[in-house]
């Protein structure tokens, strides 16, 4: 089996399953409670989010553990957009966002919310200008990914922190969920108020995730409960998940230098390879996009009919993000780009991990080179 879709989600470590397994079955109390036995499972806790910390180069009262990167964003939009409302109701994003905040987005407009998409250039890349040129006397939230899960575009975060530092009432929330790991990203000097990561895009669990919140940030709470995570998230932790959240996290970093090398090597070759073939339209841009992902098309073949094809060989990639793939529809993030509406529904994303080599990705062009030609039999 040859795996190519880690954007979807990444096979975890085997060292985050033993650790997740070990405080599952030994330090299973609640951390709330008040026993010596709650207490060891609260100092777990402590200690993964001090980690994460560390790594993230923040504060420790910055992290919040969530359920992973839609409630982060959810977390993120809602709370800073609800709890800022006095201040201004106009909020900014960019038109090729993730789903959980552009539909997060567009609750707020029915709820009264003003909202502004801002465009993005062929290669699917927002402005800093553009978005300064909307900033108005009400805005009071902003929010761009660091990097597009399709086509793997970067966004210029430094860019638009820097330029916010002339708006300080306006929080800025950066959506790193498919950036951290690939993608360097310095929290504080990049003037970030929020950011939101999961722990399954880099080897963690699914269902595990972390908000960053910005000390002196104040957002509202989406959970009413227990008060727990400083009464940002109610909810009893998963003190087992947010443990194998941090070592995943960990062992990324430490991997970071040579796995981003393997996976721009790995890219850059299948995108010389695909470039050959006349059917196929790479929709990555050559620049400012991040070294795991590779969108291209496939002139007159639908995706989902070449997507099967490859798994019949046991290679899996996807066709747009994980969440969008079951919904019969052109890709918004390659139509906002600019990319015909025919182009984008042939659209196919291979996406890294550090794992991937040299020798999956010859099988891999082999395996679609075969399969283009057996689908244009097909279609005579």
């Known amino acids: 089996m040859i795996y190519f879709d880690n954007s979807a989600t990444t096979k975890p470590y085997k060292e985050v399953l033993d650790s997740f397994l070990k405080v599952s079955s030994d330090y299973f109390a609640n951390p709330s409670s008040l026993h010596r036995f709650g207490g060891q499972a609260e100092k777990l806790l402590s200690q993964a989010r001090e980690q994460v910390a560390q790594l993230l180069q923040v504060k420790t009262n910055e992290i919040y553990f969530t359920s992973g990167g839609t409630e982060s964003n959810n977390l993120a939009v809602k709370g800073a957009a609800l709890r800022n409302r006095n201040k201004g109701k106009h909020l ?5 966002e993730h789903p959980s905040v552009r539909l997060a987005m567009e609750q707020l407009e029915q709820v009264g ?4 998409y801002v465009p993005v250039d062929r290669n699917g890349r927002v402005s800093a200008t553009d978005i300064e040129a909307a900033i108005r006397k009400d805005t009071s939230f902003i929010s761009i990914m660091l990097v597009n899960n399709e086509v793997g575009t970067i966004q210029p975060i430094k860019e638009i922190g820097e330029m916010l530092k ?4 306006i929080l800025f929330h950066v959506d790193a969920v498919q950036g951290i790991g690939k993608v360097p990203l310095t929290l504080h000097e990049d003037r970030i108020d929020l950011c939101s990561i999961s722990g399954h895009k880099f080897h963690g669990l699914k269902g595990t995730g972390v908000l960053y919140v910005r000390d002196g940030v104040r957002i509202t709470p989406l959970f009413s409960g227990g008060s727990q995570e400083r009464a ?10 947010a443990v194998a959240l941090a070592k995943a996290l960990r062992m990324t970093f430490d991997r970071s230098t040579a796995g981003i090398e393997n996976m721009r090597n790995i890219q850059n070759m299948l995108r010389q390879e695909l470039s050959k073939n006349e059917r196929i339209q790479i929709n990555t841009p050559s620049e400012n996009s991040a070294p795991h992902i590779l969108n291209f098309s496939l002139n007159g073949i639908k995706s989902e009919v070449f997507i099967h094809a490859l798994e019949e060989k046991e290679i899996f990639v996807s066709t747009t993000s994980a969440c969008s793939s079951k919904k019969k529809t052109a890709s918004t993030t390659l139509t906002a780009m600019g990319v015909p509406k025919a182009t984008a529904e042939s659209a196919v994303r291979i996406s890294l991990s550090y794992d991937n080599t040299t020798e999956e990705a010859l099988k891999v062009i082999e395996a679609i080179e075969n399969s283009l030609k057996q689908l244009e039999r097909v279609m005579k």
């Open 92 to 96: 900014i994003t960019s038109s090729v």
């Open 113 to 116: 919310f003003d909202i502004t």
């Open 166 to 169: 002339r708006y300080p009432t």
């Open 232 to 241: 940002l998230r109610s909810g009893t932790e998963n003190v087992a998940g």
